[in-house]
């Protein structure tokens, strides 16, 4: 049975945020997602889009996590943590946070991007020009690099979809080049 098919045995066939039945799709959660249905979620295009874009927030869409919130599944109970935790200055996310609880494990993975840190504590992550990297970006190499632990070489030119970044070190992103998932130095990279 494929992922798709367990999130959608797990979900009813509709987003696990807001229960929308349309435009669904595999989220995986960063930091580095090894795409299992344990940190992945049935997500709507427009939860999507609203996760991976801060500037594209609609407050009222996020009331759904309401009810979302106390689902059972981890990797739903972290995405509506740090969306709850991204909109507390609104008022009412704030007072669901309060009602909330997440186990130490989950805790910390809901934590690992940074979300709910103020500004000068957050990991700020840097391509080579200085531009600031985020979570589902993608980058470029800007130079042909060995692949520790495989004879595999990862050419420069090569694009790298949808990285995640490492929380702890602002050097450090991971990201697939072909089928394999590599560590990269922000240094050797470029935004596309």
């Keep these: 049975m494929s992922i798709l098919n367990k999130l959608q045995d797990r979900s009813g066939s509709k987003c696990e945020l807001c229960a929308s039945e349309e435009n669904l799709s595999i989220y995986k959660l960063p930091p580095m997602p090894v795409g299992t249905v344990d940190d992945s979620i049935l997500a709507c295009g427009t939860c999507i889009d609203q996760i ?3 500037d594209n927030v609609n407050v009222n869409h996020w009331r759904c ?7 059972e599944v981890p990797a739903v109970q972290v995405v509506a943590w740090r969306m709850l935790t991204r909109l507390r ?4 996310p704030q ?12 805790l910390k993975w809901a934590k690992a991007t940074g979300e709910g840190l103020e500004d000068e504590h957050k990991v700020i992550h840097r391509d080579v020009n200085g531009v600031i990297l985020q979570a589902g970006d993608s980058v470029v190499l ?16 090569t694009a790298v979809r949808r990285i995640s970044l490492d929380p702890e070190n602002e050097k450090y992103i991971e990201g697939k080049v072909g089928p394999t998932q590599i560590v990269i130095i922000t240094d050797y990279v470029k935004k596309l």
């Design 52 to 54: 991976e874009n801060p």
């Design 65 to 71: 996590l309401n009810d979302s919130m106390w689902s």
């Design 89 to 92: 200055a609104e008022g009412w």
């Design 95 to 106: 007072d669901l946070l309060d009602m909330m609880y997440l186990d130490d494990e989950s």
């Design 142 to 157: 800007i130079k042909d690099l060995k692949v520790k632990g495989s004879s595999m070489v990862a050419k420069q030119g």
